[in-house]
């Protein structure tokens, strides 16, 4: 009986350093000219690029960063017309499993939970352009005008830097 809890505090130990590891160094960022506040576990690295969301070309502004063998980012585009939020996070996120190679057999939808947002997460099993295995989450949302992914890839997703990761995402 001393065994099992030894070893159950072992794992819980082992969970809780991983999710506060010196490779997650997590940080408040807020991407600009936006209302969202998220953790990520590594300085961001900033991007954009204009790309064509819901017909026009919009701007895409991106943080992003690679911390302990996982992607995480944030990306914001603003659109001219709100009415056209639903359909722009639909067409993302078939273009995200798209890219990932994701089959339909791996793909899970569900609710998540976002003071100020109605949003969903995705997660999905697929493979990088290098043929190389990947998990994916993201999150899809809109406040306004403005929509959002944020997402995390992995090999393998650690359930406690995801839900450190996701639960961080807050509207101020």
């Known amino acids: 009986m001393l065994t099992i809890f030894r070893a159950g505090g072992l794992l819980l130990a082992t ?3 991983a999710a506060c590891s010196p490779a997650l160094n997590w940080r408040e960022v807020r991407p600009e000219g936006t209302r969202l506040a998220l953790l990520l576990p590594c300085k961001p690295d900033k991007a954009e690029k204009t790309v064509p969301l819901g017909g026009p070309a919009t701007p895409l502004s991106m943080l992003g960063c690679d911390a302990g063998d996982a992607t995480f980012a944030v990306a914001v585009a ?17 273009l995200t499993l798209a890219n990932m190679k994701a089959g339909p057999e791996s793909v ?11 949003a969903v997460l995705v997660k999905a099993q697929g493979s990088r352009a290098d043929g190389a295995a990947v998990s994916g989450q993201a999150a899809y949302f809109a406040q306004g005008s403005q929509v959002f992914q ?6 393998r997703i650690a359930p406690e830097v995801a839900e450190t990761f996701f639960s961080s995402l807050k509207f101020e």
């Open 78 to 94: 603003q659109l001219a017309d709100a009415a056209q939020a639903a359909t722009v996070l639909a067409q993302w996120q078939s």
């Open 15 to 17: 969970a809780v350093l």
């Open 108 to 118: 899970q939808v569900s609710p998540l939970k976002i003071p100020g947002a109605a």
């Open 150 to 155: 944020v997402v995390l890839y992995s090999a």
